[in-house]
């Protein structure tokens, strides 16, 4: 079966590894690359995804920008330190051939659901800004879209730029709290999850001797995050947190999901905090269980997400 999907994405080395993933397997068909801001400023992340798809041969496939900033919050700078200036570790980039489409994110997205009602699933790896806007244009595509995937979020496992908070759903809450509560098919696939998960050097060996010029982009940008994980988490790898939305929709058997109501943070020192309520569970109050039934990722086999990488880049 072939899964026709949008990518939203701010790359990002963890999101470069992600985009090689969908241009590449066959069973993926990418209708779409839809920027946004994050890991770099929009600008940059819609250069980077239009590098890396010329870099894969697939210079068809659409890019269109999107958010460049929150819904309401003041955004914060790019986390330089974890993916360099330029997104993919600072190393040198060839130059850019292609353009942007001339539709915004937001619009592409509308667009390409209402044309292909039932089919496409939109896999969201950075703020949701514009799964938000998709949804404040048309808010009938919640009936037309297959599934949505989020990478984002953090049930069980504490945060990673707060203490409670995951970087994506802290970037622009109000965005998140849209995205997840607005009751389409929805597959949460957060830290607890990702964390489970290490791309290690003899992994990102393969990748880089499969995938010609992308693959020297791909592994000379998993060098520098690489190191800040090993300077700030002792991890000898990096997480491949982006990629996991993607080993989740192709390999689900590897994941372990369970189903309930999912909330978001919207202000205050939790600011950005995913909450769950499990199906079924009673609290001292209903209102942690008012929104729309999703499903959430709260482990993964995490050696078997890793490989199963590897050996789809190698």
Not at 74 to 95: E, K
Not at 187 to 202: F, I, K, P, Q, W
Request: charged share 20%; hydrophobic share 45%; glycine share 10%.
């Amino acid at each position: 079966m072939t899964h026709p999907i949008i990518f939203d994405t701010d790359p990002g080395v963890d999101d470069a590894q992600a985009i090689a993933i969908a241009l590449r397997h066959p069973e993926l068909e990418l209708l779409g690359l839809t920027t946004t801001f994050g890991n770099v400023d929009v600008e940059v992340a819609t250069r980077n995804a239009l590098l890396l798809a010329q870099l894969a041969g697939r210079d068809d496939v659409p890019v269109a920008q999107g958010a460049a900033a929150p819904l309401s919050k003041t955004r914060l700078p790019p986390p330089a330190h974890i993916h360099g200036g330029n997104g993919l570790g600072d190393i040198p980039l060839p130059a850019v051939t292609g353009r942007p489409d001339p539709r915004c994110a937001a619009q592409f997205i509308v667009e390409t659901v209402n044309a292909r009602p039932g089919e496409v699933t939109l896999v969201a790896v950075g703020p949701l800004g514009n799964l938000a806007g998709a949804l404040q244009l048309d808010p009938g595509i919640v009936e037309r879209v297959k599934r949505v995937v989020v990478m984002g979020g953090s049930i069980r496992e504490g945060g990673n730029v707060t203490p409670v908070a995951e970087a994506n759903m802290f970037n622009d809450p109000q965005a998140a709290s849209r995205v997840l509560t607005a009751g389409w098919p929805l597959t949460l696939v957060g830290l607890d999850a990702t964390h489970r998960c290490v791309l290690t050097a003899e992994h990102m060996a393969r990748i880089e001797a499969g995938q010609g010029e992308l693959g020297r982009v791909l592994a000379g940008s998993y060098a520098f995050y690489r190191d800040f994980y090993r300077a700030f988490l002792g991890i000898d790898g990096c997480c491949p947190h982006d990629s996991c939305a993607l080993a989740w929709l192709l390999r689900p058997d590897l994941f372990t999901t369970t189903r309930g109501h999912l909330n978001v943070v919207t202000e205050g020192v939790a600011e950005g905090q995913t909450l769950f309520a499990p199906e079924g569970r009673a609290y001292a109050q209903e209102r942690w269980s008012h929104t729309p039934l999703a499903e959430a990722c709260l482990d993964a086999n995490g050696e078997a997400v890793s490989d199963w990488i590897a050996e789809v880049l190698g």
